[in-house]
């Protein structure tokens, strides 16, 4: 399958190296283009136990690229993971911008796609957002989106 991961922080990445050592294709975006850059050219975002040997030889036998360009994301691939950050507000709430923009990214893209879209979440607060995900992906995929939380638990020595 040819999945778009939104979001190349810790969960992210370690969710792309998992996939794509798993045979998937992975299509890496984030708004950082330093991330995207280091995940285009063969390296992880981020420091973890056995991830440079992972990507890179994903990397080498073609199955990890990485964009800016979450709509081209979308339309070139199956499914979406969403990995964004969920950082704590000023009054110790969790801030949903960057969720609530990457959902609406992808019920947007749904509409110039003709094919089915899964997209699912990974991380805190995804649980949280959960009906908007579902309001946006109706309203612009047309019933073609399936949406599915998940509760994606990673800490050091994921991988
Ligand atoms: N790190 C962990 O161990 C862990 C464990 C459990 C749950 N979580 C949850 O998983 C989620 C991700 O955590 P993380 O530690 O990987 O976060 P992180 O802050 O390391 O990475 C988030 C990434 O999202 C990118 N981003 C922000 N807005 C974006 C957008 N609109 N489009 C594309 N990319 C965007 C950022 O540039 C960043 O690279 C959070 O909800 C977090 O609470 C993390």
Known sequence: MKVSIFGLGYVGCV???????????????????????RLAAGHPTVVETG?????????????????TDGRAAVLASQASIICVGTPTGRHGDMDLTALRQTAEL?????????????AGGAGRGVGAVRDHHLKLYSQYGDGRMKFY??????GAGTL
């Open 15 to 37: 969710t792309a190296a998992c996939l794509a050592k798993g045979k998937h294709e992975v299509i890496g975006v984030d708004i950082m283009a330093s991330k995207v850059e």
């Open 51 to 67: 991830i440079e040997e992972m990507i890179a030889e994903a990397h080498a036998q073609g199955r990890i690229t990485a964009t």
């Open 106 to 118: 992808i019920g947007q893209a749904m509409c110039d796609k003709a094919d089915r879209h899964g």
């Open 149 to 154: 939380g998940a509760t994606f638990c990673a």
